[in-house]
């Protein structure tokens, strides 16, 4: 089963307009150079406020797909009304974005989201036509006490009641352990590819065996020009979510171009 992989950068709450501008520039040109058949698919997922910085970038090789596609960090299920502060599937889709992150641990940390809000995000996504990316992981205490295994699968279950096989498909997943999240330290492949299996087993559990071959599931934490090959050697990390190193054309365009050479 050959699943095209991801690669994907979560700018977080970083970067000015002008920054974001800049950064655009840097990575489309890079991408440019390239067919989508060559490229692995290439995300991007500014601020709000830099969405308008940036945009999707259409394949002209007559092949129908994306050299860059744009995704919102973050959105709320709810298509319109009095939610002060946030934004629907209907805003981030007019405003260019064709994926929506959701789930990631620092908004279930520092803003509370729960497993069933995130799971109305994903329906909400899906039902708008858009990709979610949803995130799990475990802390260093979770993963001490040995708890990883079964708190993940919890958490996807959790993300994915409810939505049909054919929606789960499309989906992508990103393993991101916390404790490697802006460390420095990624967590070791071997053991990555160990639990994305994990996670695709429960994929296949309540969505079917097509579904879990079909679902990209990425690694993120820590992904950098250095550790990208050998995670996109193993057998089912099918790409990463990165942040800091998404911060600099330079590192963010070798990731693409080492996933290339390895994956594509
Ligand atoms: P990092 O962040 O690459 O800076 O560790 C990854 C993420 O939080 O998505």
Redesign the pocket.
Same mark, same amino acid.
């Given at each position: 089963m050959s699943r095209k992989p991801i690669i994907a950068g979560?700018w977080k709450m970083n970067l000015l307009q002008s920054d974001a501008k800049a950064l655009y520039e840097g990575i489309s040109s890079f991408v440019s150079n390239y067919s989508a058949v060559q490229l692995p698919s290439v995300v991007i997922a500014p601020v709000f406020t830099c969405l308008n910085q940036v945009k999707e970038i259409p394949c002209d090789c007559g092949c129908n797909g994306t050299k860059l596609a744009v995704a919102a960090q973050n959105c709320h299920w709810e298509s319109s009304g009095a939610y002060t502060g946030e934004i629907s599937v209907e805003m981030a889709k007019d405003a260019g974005c064709s994926y929506i992150i959701i789930g990631?641990s620092?908004r279930r940390q520092y803003f509370s989201e729960t497993d069933e809000m995130i799971n109305k995000k994903a329906k909400a996504i899906l039902a708008g036509g858009l990709i979610p990316i949803i995130c799990c992981g475990e802390s260093l205490e979770q993963r001490e006490s040995g708890i990883t295994d079964s708190w993940i699968a919890s958490q996807i279950r959790a993300a994915l009641d409810g939505i049909s096989s054919e929606d789960v498909a499309k989906s992508v997943i990103a393993y991101?352990p916390i404790w490697? *999240? =802006?460390t420095g330290k990624s967590c070791d492949a071997t053991e990555a590819n160990r639990v994305i299996k994990m996670i695709r087993g429960v994929v296949a559990d309540v969505a079917g065996q097509s579904a879990a071959d079909s679902i990209r599931i990425l690694y993120?934490?820590?992904?950098k020009p250095s550790t990208i090959e050998e995670q996109m050697a193993q057998s089912d990390i099918d790409g990463a979510? *990165? =942040?800091?190193?998404s911060l600099k054309a330079d590192s963010f365009n070798e990731i693409i171009e080492k996933t290339m050479k390895v994956a594509v």
């Open positions: 979560n990631h620092e991101e490697a *999240i =802006g993120g934490g820590s992904v979510l *990165i =942040g800091g190193a």
